[in-house]
């Protein structure tokens, strides 16, 4: 056995039998049978398998404490790192947040300002089209004679149920107190009126009308005109004085008072305050038994005047709301409106009166007339709509006649 292992290389004895040469023979370890090349060869490295290469891979040593730590103080400073990047991040992302909120905000704004300016847009187009495609605005005859009734009768209601009650006239109270000042010029004997209930409450009308007249339906009220009164006022004024065409006059009096009302509408706040005056004028003559609420009130009365005033400046007939002053005062220098003749044509008897002898005592209501049409044509023609309710005084005999035949409920004034 020991012979064939170790067997010289160079025996070529079997080559030099058979002629050709051979390669070395493996040997087999007599010890652990494997195989070995033959001497004179070079010998293989042995293959590892590796499945059992990664298996000693993977039963490396542990790494050693230093090690440990070291890598552990790294993650954490990674950790904070990313700790602090990510706080970054969350404070970045508050103020785009921020930023956010605060441009929908002024977007807000801008679509508020946006609407409110498309509103405003749309009531000037509104207007520029009324004026420029239908700038006659048309009221009936029969509604102008309505709508003042409708007025007198809330009058004659606030009255009756407000300051019906007659007035003891005391010695504190006499011609030259200045509650009794309001009806100086409206009657020639207060006293008589304010003591009689019937007589008081057709001077109260009066006052009333005549309030109505100098703060709603003159050049003082334009309550259509908002912030632009005080200009129009002016310009009006100037205009009357230095125009040479009624016509020309009349018709821009109608496209301002449309433009304006197109735009502001009516004044709320001078209505309001108009009613204040007249309350606080008529407050000493009201019932002490009248609480609020028991009639219409008094701005409901003045909204309507302001309506119906407004409807009447828009159009280009010139209407004209007066009491008798304005007819026989035409120089401004009278102030008195009573003892004018009676006129059938602008005035009619208050009923319950039927003594059209002698001047006028007392005009109730005023006169309205109507100069040219709507079409701001024939301003040489005028038509009275609504006659003046007025009081006679009559002569002393005719009095004292017809005091004794007269019923309760009417009214004849006694001197």
């Not at 002629?19 to 049978?33: A, F, K």
Request: glycine letters at 6%; charged letters at 25%.
């Amino acid at each position: 056995m020991f012979d064939k292992v170790f067997r010289p290389i160079n025996d070529t004895t079997n080559s030099s039998r058979k002629g050709r040469s051979r390669l070395p023979e493996p040997v087999r370890s007599p010890t652990r049978g494997g195989i070995f090349p033959k001497a004179g060869t070079q010998a293989r490295a042995p293959q590892i398998p590796q499945r059992l290469s990664s298996a000693s891979q993977s039963l490396a040593w542990p790494a050693s404490p230093s090690a440990n730590s070291f890598h552990l103080r790294q993650l954490k400073q990674e950790l904070a790192e990313k700790d602090r990047k990510v706080k970054i991040l969350c404070e970045e992302v508050e103020e785009l947040k921020k930023e956010k909120e605060s441009l929908e905000r002024e977007i807000d704004q801008y679509d508020d300002e946006c609407f409110k300016m498309e509103a405003e847009n749309k009531q000037l187009r509104d207007a520029f089209v009324a004026l420029k495609g239908n700038p006659n605005h048309h009221i009936d005859d029969g509604v102008v004679q309505s709508r003042f009734g409708e007025i007198k009768f809330t009058i004659e209601q606030i009255v009756s149920i407000r300051y019906s009650s007659s007035t003891t006239i005391s010695k504190s109270m006499r011609l030259d107190h200045p509650s009794k000042q309001l009806f100086s010029n409206l009657v020639e004997d207060v006293d008589c009126y304010l003591t009689q209930p019937v007589g008081k409450a057709l001077l109260i009308e009066a006052f009333i009308w005549n309030f109505l007249i100098s703060e709603v339906f003159s050049g003082n009220g334009m309550l259509w005109a908002g912030k632009a009164f005080e200009h129009v006022k002016f310009l009006s004024r100037e205009l009357e004085n230095d125009t040479v065409s009624l016509a020309d006059l009349y018709r821009w009096n109608a496209h301002t008072a449309s433009m304006l009302f197109s735009m502001y509408d009516l004044d709320k706040r001078r209505i309001q305050k108009i009613a204040w005056n007249l309350r606080a004028s008529l407050e000493p003559w009201q019932n002490k038994s009248f609480k609020e609420g028991q009639c219409d009130s008094l701005d409901k009365l003045v909204l309507l005047a302001a309506k119906l005033d407004a409807d009447l400046a828009r159009s280009k007939a010139e209407y004209m709301v007066f009491m008798l002053e304005t007819i026989e005062a035409l120089n401004g220098l009278a102030k008195n409106k009573y003892g004018v003749p009676f006129d059938q044509d602008y005035m009619e008897l208050e009923s319950g009166n039927n003594d059209r002898c002698g001047d006028v005592e007392l005009v109730v209501s005023p006169t309205v007339a109507k100069v040219g049409n709507s079409d701001g044509e024939n301003y040489d023609c005028c038509t009275v709509l609504v006659r003046a309710k007025v009081i006679c005084g009559g002569s002393k005999a005719g009095r004292r006649q017809q005091s004794a035949s007269t019923p309760s409920n009417s009214f004849q004034p006694q001197r």
